[in-house]
T-cell receptor
Framework: DQQVKQNSPSLSVQEGRISILNCDYT??????FLWYKKYPAEGPTFLIS?????DKNEDGRFTVFLNKSAKHLSLHIVPSQPGDSAVYFC????????????FGKGTKLSVIP | GAGVSQSPSNKVTEKGKDVELRCDPI?????LYWYRQSLGQGLEFLIY????????KSGLPSDRFSAERTGGSVSTLTIQRTQQEDSAVYLC?????????????FGPGTRLTVL
C-alpha cells in the first residue's frame, strides 16, 4: 500500500515554461514533506521542503504547494531549464514517529531545449 | 567537508553469498539511514540509527539483513545468503537531529547485483 504516490512517471516540458510535478499522500500523520532530485548514478539531492503548518514555500525557481485537506502537494519549477532534467522524488515524514522518509516512485522530468 | 560516501559503488555477487556494504556519513551527523531502491520503485526505508543504536529497524525485509554502526560514524549493512530479489541500489543518508524537520543527505549508493 503506497502511502506516497507520484502518478506521473514522466513529464516533458519546453525550456522556459513551467514544470508542475504532483504528489499525493494517504497518511494523515505526515507533517513534513520534501522534494529530492536525482541524476543517474548519483544519490538523491535535497531540493525543497515544507512543513504542514504552511501551504507554500519558495526557493528561487522552486515553489512547493501543500493542500492538506486534499493530501496533495506539488512542485513548481519556473522557468524550467535543461539542467532540471532529472527524476524528482516526493517524500514525507511523520516527525512525531520515526525520522524515516516515505518516498514516491518518482517522476522523470525532461526539459527540452 | 565531504558528503556521504558509500563503498563499493558496484557489487556483483552469486546467490547465497554474503555481502557487506559500507557507509561513511557526513562528519557530525548523528542520524544515519539505509534505504534501497529496486528497479522502477521509490526508495524503501530499511533502518535508522541514532548514534550507535537503531531505534527503528522496521524496514529490514528479513533476518538475512542486519546493520551496525560503530563510533557514531561508519555503518555497515550486511546481507547474508543473498537472493536475486536483493538486487537493488542501496542508499545511505545522514542528517543532524537538531530538530525533527531535518533534511537527509544521501550518498551515491551501492548497486548490488545478485546473479
Amino acid at each position: 500500500d503506497q502511502q506516497v504516490k507520484q502518478n506521473s512517471p514522466s513529464l516533458s516540458v519546453q525550456e522556459g515554461r513551467i514544470s508542475i510535478l504532483n504528489c499525493d499522500y494517504t497518511n494523515s500523520m505526515f507533517d513534513y514533506f520534501l522534494w529530492y532530485k536525482k541524476y543517474p548514478a548519483e544519490g538523491p539531492t535535497f531540493l525543497i521542503s515544507i512543513s504542514s503548518i504552511k501551504d507554500k514555500n519558495e526557493d528561487g525557481r522552486f515553489t512547493v504547494f501543500l493542500n492538506k485537506s486534499a493530501k496533495h502537494l506539488s512542485l513548481h519549477i519556473v522557468p524550467s531549464q535543461p539542467g532540471d532534467s532529472a527524476v524528482y522524488f516526493c517524500a514525507a515524514s511523520d516527525t512525531a514517529g520515526s525520522y524515516q522518509l516515505t518516498f514516491g516512485k518518482g517522476t522523470k522530468l525532461s526539459v527540452i531545449p | 567537508g565531504a558528503g556521504v560516501s558509500q563503498s563499493p559503488s558496484n557489487k556483483v555477487t552469486e546467490k547465497g553469498k554474503d555481502v557487506e556494504l559500507r557507509c561513511d556519513p557526513i562528519s557530525g551527523h548523528t542520524a544515519l539511514y539505509w534505504y534501497r531502491q529496486s528497479l522502477g520503485q521509490g526508495l524503501e526505508f530499511l533502518i535508522y540509527f541514532q548514534g550507535n543504536s537503531a531505534p527503528d529497524k522496521s524496514g529490514l525485509p528479513s533476518d538475512r539483513f542486519s546493520a551496525e554502526r560503530t563510533g557514531g560514524s561508519v555503518s555497515t549493512l550486511t546481507i547474508q545468503r543473498t537472493q536475486q530479489e536483493d538486487s537493488a541500489v542501496y542508499l545511505c543518508a545522514s542528517s543532524q537531529l537538531t530538530s525533527a524537520y531535518n533534511e537527509q543527505f544521501f550518498g551515491p549508493g551501492t548497486r548490488l547485483t545478485v546473479l
